[in-house]
Each structure stands twice: as structure tokens, then as C-alpha cells.
């Protein structure tokens, strides 16, 4: 009986959240046409959810700026941006609330964990996801046709650092560091594979989290093995600091790692300790690429920030997304899904084309390696 | 005119009246007793006096209202209570207790002073000025009780139940030297449930019944009344 | 509040009355998620699955802690051990496809012995001492979790199992869209029938243990646990069948939870789930079944709310976006965490008889 | 050997931050039987401010002496955290000190939960870096190596702590607080005004706090507004290990656990030949706690007396 109280509280509540979403009123410079995204904006890795927020929001404005018309209607994009927290469940939520939004594709999430359980909310509601930073291989092989990614998948990334440590490198002995995330520890172990295969000696494979700052006990332990590179899966946060303290322990293997660290962020943490250590990135560097240079200065100048990481992958996702919908001439998921999976676009990351699965065909990989407090542009790997 | 007065006080936990309208008022230099059988509202007057738990009605002292006063601020103007069960800190040794007394002093010099006194006074004290007050004996723990209120060199000494839990002979000596503070010319309010003890060693008291004063009096004279003797001092009418 | 409950007293004597009340609440429970996709989108069905969920885990640690007085921060150890469960006996991790109604026994039993396991070696210690060790022992649970994967690969580590298996009654998928007598129930519109209906059981249970002899024995060692082994109680069986009783909640909110989400990964089980879970508890009264039931519902539903009216508030009161509104979002949940308690000491909804108890000595 | 001496250093680092901000929880708690949950979001805010001073000194100062600024910026921190500190408890606890002794830890968790977002939004998502303003050293010792800023890490914890101890043990001040932490109604009776004496308690541990802010900050050159929340909790775990309450403890706790897990995390591997790594670093961690919990149920110093609340 004492429910009847809670029932009246929550309509109560509800009554609100009504009124709260009729606020959002509509513009008549076109039909709208809503795009969903998702990331972690609150959080330890907010700075990284908001970065792919900007990117999404760039190809927006250059598509509104463009004036598209699909169906015969002038369109205007809306991108509607939602929190996950980099919490799986609610992952799912904002997943199904894009879907009653009525977004008509959408780009997220940004970590593995939340994007696999979304994946099954975008694909039972038939909406495209494409997502620029989920890298675990598992996403793309669910046999959901509404799932891709713009970046090379652990795999791919993994064996490409994996034969640069032993082959270019020369590395015999490697100790291998990740982060327990999904991310860290999916990339450290397809390289671990690549570089044994290769003929690598993995030495010890040592394991920290994503909130410590504090890597001395398990480089210390390294530095006793003696290894010629150390492998870090992970990402910049704490890649930095590591760094330094590889440096204070007087360690002198060569410090290698994945995208996540190929960022600004890194070049700030690490300081002059950051010298000399390399990190991959998928696709090409963006100042070789038609409008890379020109996406990175309006980056900047729209908000006064660099770009973290993974702003460029967003940016070609959502680009790509718009650009099956006017191939397409619809916005409906089931006219340009087909189209999206037949995309070959000239990104400012690369050539994107996808394979059956949804994942990015031939991706390149490229390394670089700080010199002189900047990340240098070494050599592309792979593509075609 | 009188240095303590206490004009209908009224203390309730919750819907129990534990004191209601308590009017009373002790002059300088005077002891004064307060007794009554277990639960009749004496502790919880003299809580109230001190400020430990709120009441209704007026407190003033040396001419003050104090009744907005919490407890600190009533300690600072000259009020001294040894607690029920004695209040010793038990983690600070016997020396630290002392000193804690004399907190809101400034003078260092005459709290060096005071506490030689009080150690003269007790010399078991002395004895065991390093040890910690939780593991004194309960009549060590009263001394040490009273030496600390002293230290305050308070205005007014007010004592809840000094005799509670002791061996006779440690009363007897607890009392020789609270008749010897009062000699000394502080201010003292008793609250005892030994009445006779009480009685013989205080010049008025006040008699208290389930929350209410119902007898005021000179001690000698309370010590001759019948009822008193019938109901507190446990002599039956002949 | 009084009012309220004085209201209800009222009802309550009236058998013709409280008939009707049960009729209109069935009603109301089952039209609701109708209500809620027609108004404000099929998110809030999903929200609803999710509060139900919360709601069986804060009426688990309400046993824990409002009634046994066992202050629990690791409970969230015993929903993860749950889902796992059901993770792994039904999913193509170990190629284990177990039905539910095998598995859901299973979990809430591995959850129980889990619960004795915690309970076991920390019944010496009191207060916040036992805080921090169950604090610990929830971590424990899940760095587990994050690393089984090697030597032996069980858990996938931090990648997370997928596929899980759904509920499946008479062949029918409960995740998917179905369609009864012409009308379409989506996925998480079914499991909210389910949901409501083990809530429902939850909730009687929790009733039935309140006013039996083991809710009284938890009661008093809560109030005052040398009072009560004096009294004759076994304070150790007691205590360790809270914690079994607990955790039993918890296992079977974790299942249901894996089910409902297909995939389990290490990162639904940090401790702020446990902190948030304490404090629905708290919240909504401690000790009281409706009233954490009423924090449960108010704390999911929360956050979600001003999700969605962080941002038109902003604009509607400053005419612009001024603060992120996701920022703003957690900043007011924080807030009201905090005002709730400030005005509300001892929770939204505390027990009628009970205010008094729990209270500092 | 070499390694394991590095090991131990590597500890004493980790160890005398978590000490200094154990100390923060450990007076709040045997003061008020309260846990601080937003301890640790205080001692964010420090490392938060005294990085947004310097950099606000090294842009519109850049000729000042880099002593003088770190100076300016850490008396600013410490300065803002004891405000914010007494604030918090002024609006936060003191309330609720009669309530339910949950209802202070909620309203804790609030605090946590507000001080990180107002952060965020002050400060921003990004990750902060320290300015480089000191080159340090990196000193060879035993074989093993220790950089100046490490050595002033321990020394600079060393002295406060031992501050601090002198302060409650032998100073006025300190005897009405422990006074306090016993009996608030006897110390109440002496005339010592409880209020002040806790608010006293909370801005001392946030100065500690900010200090131990600085120091994190300074050490690994990174802040962001989420670093207080597992800081915090690895303090809390120390002071329990030590035996909360107890500020010797407190200082053994935060050592010891700072040794355990920079050990621990060297070592597990050899020490279950194999099966377990580094990632078991925080399970052996909890692991030692509760293994001392079952045999002192009070911590290695907790006194055996009776339970507060």
C-alpha cells in the first residue's frame, strides 16, 4: 500500500523530466536530422570523451556549413552528446535513449566496455555505430552489420608494434607493462604474440591500473631483468608519469607504446623524459592528409585546446556517417547502412574502407618518436 | 545576595521530566547540599547548572545569566563540575588530567603552583603522576576528579555524588578534604545520596523529590527534621 | 512524512480500501512502462530495469546494514560474484548454456557462500574497522575478475564476457521485441514484469525476515550486540547469516543484471557501485524496507533525470549553457546527497517505530 | 639486493604521502568517529591550487625566484584546503553530529562527488603537469636511485609528522584535542569549546592533506581532479591498518602499506612462483589488512578499548 505513495513521487518526477525535455525547441533552417554520441564526460578520462565530442561536432558544423540536402530537404545536423562515465550499464542506457531520441546513426562509444553492450541496443534498433577509439577485436565480430570502427583493432595495431620492437627496434629481451583496461590489455597481448612471434623474448609481463600514478615497484622490477624495450598498453595519464620515473630509475630500455599515448597530453606529462620513446597511431599523421592541417588549426581555434587523441577518428566517423546519407539520399538506417559499409573515404586519418566485418580495411598504422619535445613522424606501416 | 541562582529550571529527555521548576540560590562561600533519593532529578539539576545538557528556565552566576551559555563558556566563568562516574580521561595520565583542569588558566606560573598543592593534597596522586587516569582506582579516580576541578581554581565546585562506589574509609577521606576546600573558601554545590554525610558537611541544602525541590533548609536543622530522618537518613520513628 | 503514515494506518484498517489500493498499485505497475515509452522515451523502461535491479541490491545490503547494523562497503562484490555466475554458465565463454532457472539458484548460491566467506574471519571486528576489510574484500573480488584471465583464462579479464544468455521462457527470448496480443513489448519491457515481479518477492521476504525471530536477533545485536549474547543469541550464526542473506540479494541482482545486459566486464563492479549502493540504503532510510526501496528508485532515477533537464534549467534560468551540463549533473547529484541528510538526518522514509534507534550513544 | 633496496625507497616514498594523508582521516575519525570520504578530494583541491598558482606565478612572474614561488603557491594551497576544510565541516558534519552515524558518511560521499566536479569545471578535464621549475638531481644510494625531490618527499613528511606528534602530545592544545577525541562532555566540562577543537582538527589534516597534494603532484608531475578519490581510500586503508584513531598509526600504517604494496608488487611474482603478478599488487595489500584485522582487531596500534558508536 505504501507504494501508491512512491508511485505518485515518481509520475511526480517524471512529470518533470517531460517538461524538461520539451525545452528543446526546433530551428526551421532545415530538417533536422539528429546524430548520436557517446563518451565518458564525467570521469577519469573525460578530457578524452569531450576531445571526440569536438571532433563529431567539427564534421557537424562543416556539414551544416555545407548545406546538405537529403530527399530533396535541406537538412541541418544535430549532435546529441551523452555521458556514459565509462560505465557499461550506462552505456546501455544512453544507447537506448539516442534510439527513443530518434538520432539516425550514431558515433561512440569511446571505451571497449561500453561499446559492446550498446552495440547490441543500436543493432536490435537496426541504427549504424561507429565507433573511433573501441579497439577490442570482440566488437566488430558479433556478427552485427550495424557495427564499424574507424581505427585499426588491437590486432592489427598490436602485431604492426610487435615487429617494429624486434625487426626495426632490435629488441631481444621485452618486458611488457598494461593497464588492465580493456584497451591496455588487449593491445599488450596481440603484441606480445607479434613480438614472440618475431622472435622476441618477452621477459615479464608486469601489470598496473588506470588510477595509480605510481610505477616504481614494478619498474624496478624491470630494470633487475635488464630488457632492451619496455611495451606500455595504456594510455597517456599514466604513460607520462611513467615515463619519468623509467627515466629516475636510470632505466635505459626503449620505451615503446600504442595510440593511446601518441597524444599532446603525453609530450606535456612525460617533459624531457619523455625523449625518445615511440608510440604508433592507426592511419596516417595528419599533416600529410588533404585538410589534416587545416582540421587540426580549426581544432584548435574553435576551442582553444589541442586535440587529444582520438578527435580526428571521430571527426572521419561522423563524416562518413553523413556521407553514406547523401549517397544514400536518406537518412533511414536501412537505405544507407549498405552505403556505410561500401564507404571509401579519403579521411583526415586515411583511406577508410571496411572489411565484412566492420572493421577498418588495411589500416595503416604509423609510428613516431619524440624528438625534441615533439613527436616526429617516422614511417607508416601496412595499407595500401 | 546570592552568587548561584537558579530560578525554575526544567530538564526533560524527551517526554520525561527529569527537574521541573527548580529555584534555588547559593551565596558566597556557602556549601550547600542537594539530596534526594536515586532518580529524583539531582544530577540532571546539576548538569543543567553546568551546562550539559539544556534545560528551561534561568542559570545566572556572580551576577550573569548564563542560561545561553553551553558548557565552555560556563566553565570559563568560574564553574567546576566533578561528574557522575568521575569523568576521567583515561588515555591522559594523572598529570595531563591535572593540567587539563587548569586549561582555560593562563598564568603558568600559579597553575605550577596549584598543582603542587593539589599533589600535597593527594600524594597518591603524585605517586602515580605518569600513569594514565584508566588505570587509577576508583578513589585515586575521584581525587584525581577533584584535583582537576580545582585546578580550574573555580568560583564554584560542583560535586555530583563524591561518595558513589567508594570504600568507606576512602569517603570519610574524599569528605575531610571537601570540607577542607570549603574552608578554603570556594563555593561549593553538592549533590549526595549519602544524606548524612552530605548534611553534616554543608551549611544549607535543598531537598529534591521525582523533579521537584521540596525541602530548603539549614543542614543542622535538616539533620533533626523528621521526614528527613524518616525518608534520608533511614531512621525509623520511635 | 507523519501525515503520511498516519494516512496509510488509516487505509490500512480498511480491508474494502486497501483492496482497492492493491488493484490500482497492480495497475499502475503493470501500465507503467506503457506510460513511461508513450511520454518520455523507452529509456525510462531500461532506467525502471535498472532501479529494479538496484532496488533487490539496496534491500540486500539494507539486511547487512540497516538491520544488522553491519557496516558494508564491498557489497557490490556479491552482485559481481552473481553476474559472473551467470556469465559463465551461460555464455559461450565455457560453452555453457544452463537455463535460468538453474542458473539464478546457482549465483545466489555462490553469492551466499561468498557472503560467509567475508563474514567468517571478520566477525571480531566492529564498526569501521569491518568498513574497510569489506571494502577491501570487494576489490579483491574484482581485481580477481580483472586478471583471471591468465594463467587460466576465466573471467576474459578486462575485456568482459559477451553473449551472455537471456532469460528464455518457452522458447522466447526475453531481450527481443515481442509481440503479445498486439501490442509490441520490447526487451526491457518484458524483464521489467520480471523484474517487478522477484522485486515483489524480494520485498515480501525482506517483510517476512523483519518480523521474524532472525530480524529481531539482528536487531538487537545491532542495537547492542553484548545485550544481545547475553540474551541467549548466537551473535556469530546471526551476523554470518546476514551476510549469507545479504549477498543471496545480491547474487541474484547480478544475474539478472548480466542477463538483462548481455555482457559483464569488471568495470560494473568498482567500489562507487558499493558506495552508491550504501547510500540508497542510507537515504531512504536505513532499516526501512520502503524506505530503501524509496532511495533505490529515487538514486538510479536521479542522475538520469537531470540528465536530461541539467542543460534546459541552465538555459531556461541564464539563458545560455554557461556550465557543462554533465558537470552540472553530478554537481546537483552531490548536492542533493548532501541536502537530503542535512534535512533529513535519518533518511527520506525512516521506519515509523524505529526512528529513534541507530542513533549515536 | 640492489633491487630490493630500491624497493624499500620506492615504499618510503609512496608510504610518507599516504602517511601524511592518513593523518587527515585518523584525527577527523578519532575526533568525530567520522570517515572524511572528502579527505581525499581536499587533498586533490591542494595539488589543484598550488599548481594553478604556479602557473599563474611562471606566467605573469617568470623573472621570481622559483623557491619564493613555490612557496607563494604551496602557503596558498594549504590556506585554501584549511578553509575549504572548515567549511566542509562547519556546513556538512557539524549538523549532523546528533544524527545516525551513517547519515555524516553520506553527506561525505556528497562533498567527494561535488569537490570533483566543481574541480572539473574550474579546472578543466585535462590532465595538469607541474611546471618544471627545479631540475632535481637523481642521487645514486646503495645502488639504488633516489632523485632530491624524493629525499625532500620523505624528509618534509618526516618532520610535519613528527610536528604534528609534539603538537598533540605535548602542547595545550594537543591535550584538549585528545581530551576531545575522548569525551567531548568532559572536555566540554573544562572548558575546552569542542567546536573550535574540531574545527582546529580538520584544518590541521587538510593541511597535511594539501601538503601531501603538493608532494603527489610534484613527485609525478600530473594532477587532475580525479586524483583524490583512490588516494584517499589507500590513506583510509592505512590508518586502519595502523589502528585509526591513533596518529602513530597512522604514520606506521601509511609506511607500511606504501612498503607492502612497492614490495608486494616486486616480489608476488617469485612468491607464488609464477601464478600471480603485479595485478594481485592491491588484493596482497588488503590482504596483509585483513590478516592483521583478524588478529588485532583494532589495528597494530589500535588500543583495546571499547568501540566508539
Known sequence: MQKNFLLIFMVGLFTLVGCGDGGSGTDDSGKIIKIGHVAPLTGPISHLGKDNERGAQLAIDEANAAGITIGGEKVEFRLLSEDDEANPQKGTVVAQKLVDSGVAGVIGHLNSGTTIPASKIYHDAGLAQISPSATAIMYTHQGYKTAFRVMANDEQQGKVLGDYAVKTIGAKKIAVIDDRSAYGKGLADEFEKAAKSAGGEIVTREFTDTTKTDFTAILTKIKGLNPDVIFYGGMDAQAGPMMKQVKNLGITATYLSGDGIQSKQFLVLAGEEGEGAYASSPGLPLEKMDGGKSFQEKFLQTYHEDIQIYAPFTYDATSILIDAMVRADSTNPESYLPLLSQTDYQGVTGQIRFDENGDLRGGSISLYRVKNGAWEYIETVGGE | MSYLSVESLGVSYGAIKAARGVSLSIKEGETVALIGSNGAGKSSTLNAIAGLIGHTGKVGFDGIDMSSFPVHKRAAKGLALVPEGRGILGRLTVDENLRMGAYLRVDRKSIAVDLLRIYELFPRLRERRGQTGGTLSGGEQQMLAIGRALMASPKLLLLDEPSMGLAPLMVEKIFEVIREISSSGVTIFLVEQNARLALESSNRAYVMESGELTMEGDSQELLRSSKVRESYLGELNS | ?361 | MDIFFQQVINGLVLGSVYALVALGYTMVYGILGLINFAHGEVVMVGAMVALATVAYLFGYFPEMNPIVMVLIAATTSVISCMVLSYFIERLAYRPLRKAPRLAPLITAIGISILLQNLAMIIWGRQYKTVPKIFSFETREFLGANITDLQIFIIVLSAILMTLLLLIVNYSKLGRAMRATSESQRIAGLLGVNINKIISFTFVIGAGLGAVAGILVAANYSVAHYSMGFMLGLKAFTAAVLGGIGNLGGAVLGGLLLGLIESIGAGYIGDITGGFLGSHYQDVFAFLVLIIVLVFRPTGIMGERISERA
Open chain 3, 1 to 361: 512524512m507523519s501525515i503520511i503514515s498516519k494516512g496509510i494506518e488509516k487505509i490500512r484498517s480498511n480491508k474494502r480500501i486497501l483492496f482497492i489500493g492493491y488493484v490500482l498499485l497492480g495497475i499502475a505497475l503493470v501500465s507503467l512502462p506503457f506510460l513511461l515509452s508513450n511520454t518520455v522515451g523507452r529509456t525510462w523502461v531500461r532506467i525502471l530495469d535498472f532501479a529494479l535491479i538496484y532496488a533487490m541490491l539496496a534491500l540486500g545490503l539494507n539486511i547487512v546494514v540497516g538491520f544488522a547494523g553491519l557496516l558494508d562497503l564491498g557489497y557490490i562484490a556479491f552482485y559481481a560474484v552473481g553476474a559472473y555466475a551467470w556469465a559463465l554458465l551461460a555464455s559461450p565463454q565455457f560453452g555453457l548454456h544452463l537455463p535460468f532457472w538453474a542458473i539464478l539458484p546457482i549465483g545466489a548460491g555462490v553469492a551466499a557462500i561468498f557472503g560467509i566467506l567475508l563474514g567468517a574471519p571478520t566477525l571480531r571486528l566492529r564498526g569501521d574497522y569491518l568498513a574497510i576489510v569489506t571494502l577491501g574484500f570487494g576489490e579483491i573480488i574484482r581485481i580477481f575478475l580483472n586478471n583471471l584471465d591468465h594463467p587460466v583464462n576465466v573471467t576474459n579479464g578486462p575485456i568482459g564476457i559477451n553473449k551472455i544468455d537471456p532469460i528464455v521462457i518457452a522458447g522466447a527470448d526475453l531481450t527481443r521485441t515481442h509481440e503479445i496480443l498486439g501490442i509490441q513489448f520490447s526487451g526491457a519491457h518484458i524483464y521489467y514484469y520480471v523484474l517487478v515481479l522477484l522485486l515483489m518477492i524480494t520485498v515480501l521476504i525482506c517483510v517476512r525476515l523483519e518480523n521474524s525471530r532472525l530480524g529481531r536477533a539482528w536487531i538487537a545485536v545491532r542495537e547492542d550486540e553484548l545485550a544481545a549474547q547475553a540474551m541467549g543469541i548466537n551473535t556469530r550464526n546471526v551476523k554470518l547469516l546476514a551476510f549469507a542473506l545479504g549477498a543471496t540479494f545480491g547474487g541474484v541482482a547480478g544475474g539478472l543484471f548480466a542477463s538483462l545486459q548481455g555482457f559483464v566486464s569488471p568495470e560494473s563492479f568498482v567500489l562507487l557501485e558499493s558506495i552508491m549502493v550504501l547510500c540508497m540504503v542510507v537515504l531512504g532510510g536505513m532499516g526501512h524496507i520502503f524506505g530503501v526501496l524509496l532511495g533505490a528508485l529515487l538514486l538510479t532515477t536521479l542522475p538520469e533525470i537531470l540528465r536530461s533537464t541539467a542543460s534546459p534549467i541552465q538555459e531556461s534560468l541564464f539563458g545560455a549553457v554557461y556550465i557543462d551540463p554533465e558537470a552540472l549533473r553530478m554537481l546537483l547529484f552531490g548536492l542533493a546527497l548532501i541536502l537530503v541528510m542535512l534535512v533529513r538526518p535519518t533518511g527520506l522514509w525512516p521506519g515509523t517505530t524505529r526512528k529513534q534507534l541507530g542513533n549515536k550513544g
